[in-house]
């Protein structure tokens, strides 16, 4: 089927209207945090719309039908696909996570799946993926995430994508709006990978990506750009893109420089407008965490696991969140200021509790913990008042 015959799932920006943001960060199986959090807000949404009689359905609320634009990094950008693309919902997002999770990190010898000895082969799985980590350029393959993403394209994508699954385009006019960051290897460049045209004056500066946009980067499938915003240095390969004689680019994950996407979501406001309109008004910027440890303890692995990416994946997201939190109250706070943006950043803290990006098997344990902070009065109060701002005009 056409894209076009297809109903539009895009939030339009209407005339007077602000636009609604939300921000995903990127943190490997620690993502499943983000989605916990984000089907509380949904949930909170259907309360408030029921109870102000808005909407009186029992539906569950999709994000694409609150946010005009969404931005992820790594899991964050793999959700944001989900959610926006796909057009699914939190629940259903959070059941394709969970599988897509153990599919993509269980550590394997061949066919081989360690982790299925018990206790002793998880110690053994993780023993090798450390070895893997110092010895390999990646400890996983990529190819039980294009498998995976296959799997959810084929169940859940547009009519027109079933089919093609993975190989499906990002490119869709008529889906909800979405970036994915990735990065362009060698180059400190950041990508974003969107679900609609890249505006002429969003154009990649460096010389190969540029040509490559402008001679059909649109044309990326899902599979690769789900590939793109994913491939952590030493988690997953490098992605690679393009045919010779057309330059081939080498992405690595968003994270290396945008693991906490927020500052590019709110560059990227200027896509929601015409290439010569001011800036839209902003009036609700989400951003989600995928948990933070509020305090360490010193282990002689973790000096291995994360000697690449220690300040790529730990430094950036929380010092992205204060900056952010300060540059939205310096302009709310200037007189005279017609904005009124609020700002909500949900992160839940683990205590000394350690997940690791790949750590699928401790998934269950971040539910239990998320879900428990969730509880907290002043938390349930935060994500009331974040409801309430999602619903108003």
Request: hydrophobic fraction near 35%; include cysteine; glycine fraction near 6%.
């Amino acid at each position: 089927m056409d894209s076009t015959t297809e109903k539009s799932f895009v939030k339009e920006l209407r005339n007077g209207e602000s636009a609604k943001l939300l921000s995903l960060d990127g943190g490997g199986v620690k993502g499943i945090s983000s989605l916990v959090i984000l089907k509380a807000i949904m949930d909170a949404v259907k309360k408030e719309e029921q109870e102000q009689g808005v909407d009186s359905s029992g539906e569950e609320r999709r994000p694409r039908d609150y946010f005009h634009l969404a931005a992820g990094t790594s899991t964050g950008g793999l959700i944001a696909l989900m959610l926006f693309r796909l057009n699914m919902k939190t629940s259903e997002v959070i059941e394709e996570y969970d599988k897509l999770a153990s599919k993509v990190f269980e550590p394997k010898i061949g066919k081989i799946n360690l982790h299925w000895a018990g206790p002793v082969g998880y110690w053994l799985g993780n023993g090798w993926l450390k070895f893997k980590a110092t010895f390999f350029p990646s400890r996983f393959s990529d190819q039980p995430l294009k498998d995976a993403i296959d799997d959810i394209v084929r169940d859940y994508g547009r009519e027109e994508d079933k089919e093609k699954k993975g190989n499906a385009i990002l490119f869709n006019n008529n889906a909800g709006r979405m970036f994915m960051c990735t990065t362009l290897t060698n180059r400190g460049e950041s990508i974003l990978l969107r679900s609609y045209e890249t505006p002429a004056d969003a154009i990649p500066v460096t010389d190969d990506a540029r040509e490559s946009f402008q001679d059909g980067l649109l044309e990326m499938s899902i599979s690769v750009a789900a590939r793109a915003t994913s491939a952590a240095p030493t988690y997953l390969p490098e992605v690679k893109y393009g045919t010779p004689p057309s330059p081939v680019l080498r992405f690595w994950d968003g994270g290396l420089l945008n693991n906490n996407p927020i500052n590019q979501l709110w560059r990227a406001r200027y896509d929601l407008v015409d290439l010569k309109s001011p800036a839209p008004s902003v009036s609700c910027v989400l951003s989600l965490g995928t948990s933070w440890l509020t305090s360490t303890s010193w282990s002689p692995f973790r000096l291995i696991n994360t000697v690449t990416t220690a300040a790529s994946f730990i430094t950036n997201t929380e010092s992205k969140h204060m900056d952010f939190k300060r540059f939205i109250n310096r302009i709310r706070d200037r007189p005279g200021s017609a904005e009124n943006i609020k700002y909500f950043r949900f992160d839940a803290p683990t205590n000394k509790k350690t997940f690791n990006l790949d750590d699928y098997k401790k998934m269950p344990l971040l539910k239990e913990i998320t879900t428990a902070w969730l509880d907290q009065e002043k938390v349930k109060d935060k994500i009331g008042g974040c409801a309430k701002t999602l619903i108003a005009p």
